[in-house]
């Protein structure tokens, strides 16, 4: 890796320290519109169990906990330092109990079978140490016929090519790629 590759991965990838910090409210500032986006392809309801994945500032679950009321929102990221500016951003939603913020890692979710309705990831499958893993404990926790959404801007890196594909082999079905002018989305049910 070079120094700014890893620089880059302190930042956006797996935040931590002052760096992390910054790249929080970077993040922050500048993926509200497309976050927007790939939660409205979710078509979220009221009573929705919604698990967002690598939620860095908590955008997303902010956004989230205003569609959702009788459900739950649950998050987990593997930076103590975006679990820090998520849980500051989403203060009252948490204490009234409707989200739940956790350090951990996608690849060994900490959930049970069929806890959710819906799930979701921004810019965050890129940088999973093992993204099929993390697609197959996503399968998991996700009850069947429930839906997630993979958002990904061109910051991330990411291509489109063999996703779908991906997305199906670790269980899913009926994999699709919705684009827009700058990213694109894997919508799945599974
Ligand atoms: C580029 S940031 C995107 C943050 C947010 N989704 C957004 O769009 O602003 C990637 C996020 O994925 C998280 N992440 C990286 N690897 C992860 C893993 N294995 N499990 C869960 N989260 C992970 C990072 O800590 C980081 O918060």
Known sequence: MT????????MFGRPKGLLGRLGGFILARTKRDFTRWAIDLLEVQPDDRVLEVGFGPGVGIEM???????????????????????????AKAIE???????????????????????ALAINSLQVWSNAMAGLREMQRVIEVGGQIALGFTPQSGQTSAGL??????????????????????VLAIA
Do not use: H, W
């Open 96 to 118: 009234t109990g409707l989200v739940q913020l956790q350090y951990g890692s996608v690849e060994a979710l900490p959930f049970a079978d069929d806890t959710f309705d819906k």
């Open 164 to 185: 779908t594909e991906m997305v199906t082999a670790a269980g899913f079905r009926d994999a699709r790629l919705v684009e827009r002018e700058r990213g694109f989305c």
């Open 64 to 90: 989230l906990a205003t569609m959702v009321s009788t459900g739950r929102i649950a998050g987990v990221d593997y930076s103590q330092e975006m679990v820090e500016q998520a849980s500051a951003r989403n």
């Open 3 to 10: 120094i700014a590759d890893s620089l880059l991965m302190q």
